[in-house]
């Protein structure tokens, strides 16, 4: 199994930034496909950014693309989310979630496919 600890929300204005990190713990000498997801109150847990375990492919939700960038480093088992020009619209629970893979270049976008996930970390955004 692994273990995932988010990190990095806070209360930003709109049109500021943040960086979302997540940190992850147990086996991680297996390829996990990575993902962020967020959940607003009231509503679904939706896909934000997925990336593969190569790093080679990424992919965002329609909103995300040229605001959010999703990255990785594997030999600190790391997976960041820096996110700009953030709207009200924006705020939620982030959480990360990750899911074992045998292909480098896999990228899940439904919360089905991921078996692990941390905690989340609430980002707020005011107008």
């Known amino acids: 199994q692994v273990q995932l600890v988010e990190s990095g929300g806070g209360l930003v204005q709109a049109g500021g930034s943040l960086r979302l990190s997540c940190a992850a713990s147990g086996r991680t000498n297996n390829r996990y496909a990575m993902g962020w997801f967020r959940q607003a109150p009231g509503k679904e847990r939706e896909f934000v950014a997925g990336?593969?375990?190569?790093?080679?492919?990424?992919y965002y939700t329609d909103s995300a693309k040229g605001r959010f960038t999703i990255s990785r480093d594997n030999a600190k088992n790391t997976v960041d989310l820096r996110m700009t020009s953030l709207k009200p619209e924006d705020t939620a629970v982030y959480y990360c979630a990750a899911a074992q893979v045998d292909v480098f270049g896999v990228i899940f976008t439904t919360s089905d496919r991921y078996p692990y996930w941390g905690q989340g970390t609430q980002v707020t955004v005011s107008s």
């Open positions: 990336i593969s375990w190569s790093s080679g492919g990424t």
